[in-house]
Nanobody, 118 residues
Framework: QVQVVESGGGLVQAGGSLRLSCTTS????????MNWYRQAPGKQRELVAA???????NYADSVKGRFAISGDNAKNTVYLQMNSLKPEDTAVYYC????????????WGQGTQVTVSS
């Protein structure tokens, strides 16, 4: 079973920065993509950022230019650098490891709370 563990959440003032980490129990290159999702109270979970095993990245329009996703395979870790945070970024952030193996296999972390105060 693949383990996925997030860390780095917390409380920050608007305009501040946080870096989230997601560590897996095996090489991040063994997955087709590593993704960060978030879910705010009363809202659906949304994809925030993604990075493929080839290094391609993709971002939600709401975070483009402010967030950056990166990976360190030596540490089995993916990062989400979040700058210029806004109160609307407040949510539980989840890391997702996805692999296509005839079927889509997904592994989720437990989530980490990010709260941005105004």
């Amino acid at each position: 079973q693949v383990q996925v563990v997030e860390s780095g959440g917390g409380l920050v003032q608007a305009g501040g920065s946080l870096r989230l980490s997601c560590t897996t129990s095996r090489s991040i290159f063994s997955f087709n993509a590593m993704n960060w999702y978030r879910q705010a109270p009363g809202k659906q979970r949304e994809l925030v950022a993604a990075i493929t095993s080839g290094g391609s990245t993709n971002y939600a329009d709401s975070v483009k230019g402010r967030f950056a996703i990166s990976g360190d395979n030596a540490k089995n870790t993916v990062y989400l650098q979040m700058n210029s945070l806004k109160p609307e970024d407040t949510a539980v952030y989840y890391c997702n490891a996805a692999k296509w193996d005839g079927v889509l296999l997904e592994y989720w972390g437990q989530g980490t709370q990010v709260t941005v105060s105004s």
